[in-house]
């Protein structure tokens, strides 16, 4: 449930639903509770030279929202850009990456092919 990890050269193959999967919450829940964490507005770490194919849905799914701030705990701290990088997303069964409410995310290099639906979906830019 947070962005803040490593995602380097993996495979997400045959899933029945989405390949890779984003939703992060505004705090942690459980035991854990504390709003000093934000994960729905932390950075990611890195992701970089990530593959989604076959997968029964989307490649990649951020959802519901993830709006990555200076300060993940602070909105006034203004936006923190996020950067994707190679990401190859083919013959998914719906959209190579599917988005709903997305902050400053930037796609660099990526590579999308033969996917059900749109390549790349964004319902909504939010910010």
Known sequence: ?????LWRNNV???????GYWLEASAHPGGPSY?????????HWYEFRNNTAHA???HGL???????????????????A???LYNFTSFMNGGNGIFNKK?????????????????EI???IFDH
Do not use: M
Request: charged fraction near 20%.
């Open 1 to 5: 449930k947070t962005p803040t990890n």
């Open 61 to 79: 799914r951020i959802y519901p929202s993830y709006h990555p701030f200076v300060n993940p705990c602070d909105s006034s701290s203004g936006p």
């Open 12 to 18: 997400a193959v045959g899933c029945e639903k989405d």
């Open 102 to 118: 997305v902050g400053d995310v930037h796609h660099v290099n990526g590579k999308f092919v033969a996917n059900g639906d749109e």
């Open 34 to 42: 504390t709003e000093s964490l934000c994960p729905v507005h932390d």
């Open 81 to 83: 850009p996020q950067y």
């Open 55 to 57: 997968n029964g849905v």
């Open 121 to 123: 979906k964004w319902n």
